[in-house]
């Protein structure tokens, strides 16, 4: 994976888990908050980090925008401040603004002002969890645009030492099997002849409701 730098705004519990992770996959994080607090916290994790308010045109000017790959806002608690940072990195010439919304009529607004992409941890993590915890089956979920997710499921017993293309269901439910994970490892080379085995997991793709049908959820 090529290394990229990120500018990270907002270092609250939710930018804090960002940075962790970009750091973890070796990518270059400019940390920036207001708070001294906030940013000494996430020090072990940032190549940088700098104290100050990312309304301020002139500070974050300073910052060099146009030199991230990625910039984004994470800030929670101030909806206005979010607004403002994102329409000023949008104007400082920024390749890619991606913000948090808190509430569902910030996306839109988020989006008109500056934002190319909009998380919505909220809803996101609602959507996963009713979904998760409905269904003994599922393992995970992650939703897509338009009506298209990917679920982990728990592959079923009748389908055990019988391969993908003898289940053929890509052609009978429109549903593509990603990847296999076995002994806690995933296995993304899946071919026609991949033999499936209860016991493990599989990664799959395709209409949400077709998904549901096709495993009975």
Excluded at 32 to 45: F, G, K, Q
Excluded at 95 to 108: L, M, P
Excluded at 116 to 145: G, M
Aim: include cysteine; hydrophobic fraction near 40%; charged fraction near 25%.
């Amino acid at each position: 994976m090529k290394e990229k730098s990120i500018l990270l705004i907002g270092l609250g519990r939710f930018g804090r888990h960002i940075a962790i992770k970009l750091h973890e996959m070796g990518h270059q994080v400019m940390a920036v908050d207001r708070s001294e607090a906030r940013i000494n916290a996430v020090l072990p994790y940032a190549t940088n980090a700098q104290i100050g308010d990312s309304t301020d045109a002139e500070f974050v000017s300073s910052l060099g925008i146009p030199n991230y790959d990625a910039c984004i806002v994470a800030i929670g608690d101030d909806f206005q401040s979010s607004l403002e940072t994102a329409s000023l990195l949008s104007e400082l010439g920024a390749r890619k603004v991606i913000a948090r919304a808190s509430k569902g009529q910030q996306e839109k607004f988020l989006l008109r002002n500056g934002a190319d992409e909009v998380v919505y941890p909220e809803k996101q993590l609602a959507a996963w969890t009713a979904i998760r915890c409905t269904s003994d089956h599922i393992l995970d979920y992650i939703d897509l645009d338009g009506d298209y997710s990917i679920f982990e499921l728990d592959i079923p017993a009748e389908w055990s030492g019988r391969t993908v293309v003898e289940l053929d269901i890509r052609r009978r439910h429109g549903i593509n099997i990603l990847g296999i994970r076995e002994n806690g490892k995933m296995n993304m080379s899946v071919t026609p002849d991949t033999v499936l085995r209860s016991g493990n997991s599989m990664l799959v793709l395709g209409h949400e409701r077709a998904v549901r049908k096709c495993f009975r959820i």
